[in-house]
C-alpha cells in the first residue's frame, strides 16, 4: 500500500508540474513567436527551458503510473507509455524549433516563418492533440479500476472529443490555435488532468480499489495453469 501511495504522489506532482511549465511557458513565448523571432530573446530562452521541463513531466506520468495502470489493463497502459513518449517528443520538436528561431532572429532569408510553423505543428499534434488520447486511455482504467473518483475520468472522457474537434478546426482552418474558444474547448482536459494531479497528491488511490488489485495479483499468482483458469469480474 505504501509503494502505490508513493507512486500516487509522484504521478501527481508531475500532472501537477505539467501545469507550472506549459502556461507560463506559453505567455513567454507567445510574443516572441508572434514578432516572426524579432525582440529581445530571454523570455523564449525561458519558455525553452520550461518546455524541455514539461516534456519530462508528461513521460514522468506515464513511467510512474505504469506499475499500477499495467494491473488493471496492460494495452492500455502500453497504449498511454506509447502516447506521452508521443506527445513529449512533439512538445520537444516545438521547443527545438523555438531555440532555432532564437538563434537567428527574425532573418526570413534564414527560414524564420518556417520554424514559426514548425512550432505551431508540433504544438498542435502535441499538446493540442494528445491529451484526448492521453485522457481515453489512462481515464478508461482509472474508471474501470475505480482507483480515483469516477468524476475525474469523467471529465476526461467529456474533453476528449472537444480537444480533437477543436485540433481539428485549427487544422482547417476554421480555429486560430491560441484563441478563447480554443481555450474554452481545452477547459475539460484541463480540469481533468489539474483534477487528478491534485487527488493523487492529496489523497493518492483509492485504498478499496487498491486491495482488489492486489487480490488479482495474489490470485493469478496462484493460478495453477490455464486449463483452470477463471476470469476475473471486472472491478
Known sequence: MSDHRTLARVAGLLYLLTFAT??????????????????????????????????????GTAVVLAPVTRRVSEPLALGFVGSRVLEAAAVLIGAAALLALIRIGPNPGAGADVLVATHDAAFLLGPGLLPA?????????????????????????IGAPLLVASACATLFGALDQVSPLAGLAALPIALW????????????????????????RSAAGRDPGPGSRRRDPVV
Do not use: H, M, Y
Not at 483534477?195 to 487480490?215: C, H
Open 193 to 216: 488532468e489539474l483534477g487528478l494531479g491534485l487527488w493523487l497528491v492529496l489523497r493518492g488511490f483509492r485504498a478499496d480499489a487498491v486491495e482488489r488489485l492486489a487480490l488479482r
Open 22 to 59: 506549459s502556461i507560463p511557458a506559453l505567455a513567454l513565448k507567445q510574443p516572441f513567436l508572434q514578432a516572426g523571432g524579432a525582440g529581445a530573446p530571454t523570455a523564449a530562452q525561458w519558455a525553452v527551458v520550461l518546455e524541455i521541463l514539461l516534456a519530462l513531466s508528461c513521460l
Open 133 to 157: 488520447i492521453n485522457a481515453v486511455l489512462l481515464g478508461a482504467v482509472l474508471f474501470r479500476a475505480r482507483l480515483v473518483p469516477r468524476v475525474l475520468p469523467l471529465l476526461g472522457f
